[in-house]
């Protein structure tokens, strides 16, 4: 599992900088669905509970299941417009307000602080979404929606 990590860091990494014309890197799922990031936004690519998660800016993260392959490409080969796929988003609203979106009706979403707390919990509606208000304590936090975790940071 760490070397499938490391390694699929490492090509990012080195890509990242090379000279080389790759400027995608291209996920296909098992059911054939394809989703490209443009490499030069340098998203931070990390390989969790069988999911590769994507955080593409400080607003933005992407949480791709039944992964099939990954490929580093020229030429942007998603086969749907990846704003609106079911890929779990993490969207910040403002500096209080964490939004979910593409959520599975009525999960279960909870802010726990990094001592185990629960600061905040609600469920996504029926059209997948929910917002979360973050404490006015700054802090590191876990945001958990069904069974995946994202960390937040509190400045």
């Known amino acids: 599992m760490r070397k499938f990590i490391i390694t699929v860091l490492g090509l990012v990494c080195g890509l990242l900088y090379s000279n080389a014309a790759v400027k995608y890197m291209t996920i296909e ?12 936004e340098k998203p931070v690519i990390t390989y969790q509970n069988g999911n590769i998660v994507i955080n593409g800016n400080e607003k933005t993260s992407y ?13 942007n080969q998603s ?9 779990l988003r993490i969207v910040s609203i403002s500096e209080d307000v964490i939004r979910v979106e593409n959520a599975l ?3 279960s979403i909870k802010l726990v602080s990094i001592n185990g707390t629960i600061v905040g919990q609600t ?6 979404a929910a917002n979360v208000t973050l404490p006015n304590q700054k802090g590191v936090y876990v945001l958990c929606v069904g069974n995946q975790s994202f960390k937040i940071i509190r400045k």
């Open 29 to 40: 799922k098992k059911d054939g669905a394809k989703y490209s990031f443009l490499l030069k």
């Open 63 to 75: 949480s791709i299941e039944e992964v099939k392959n990954y490929h580093f490409t020229e030429d």
């Open 79 to 87: 086969a749907v417009d990846v704003t609106n796929a079911q890929i």
């Open 105 to 107: 009706t009525n999960t």
């Open 123 to 128: 469920k996504v509606d029926d059209e997948g």
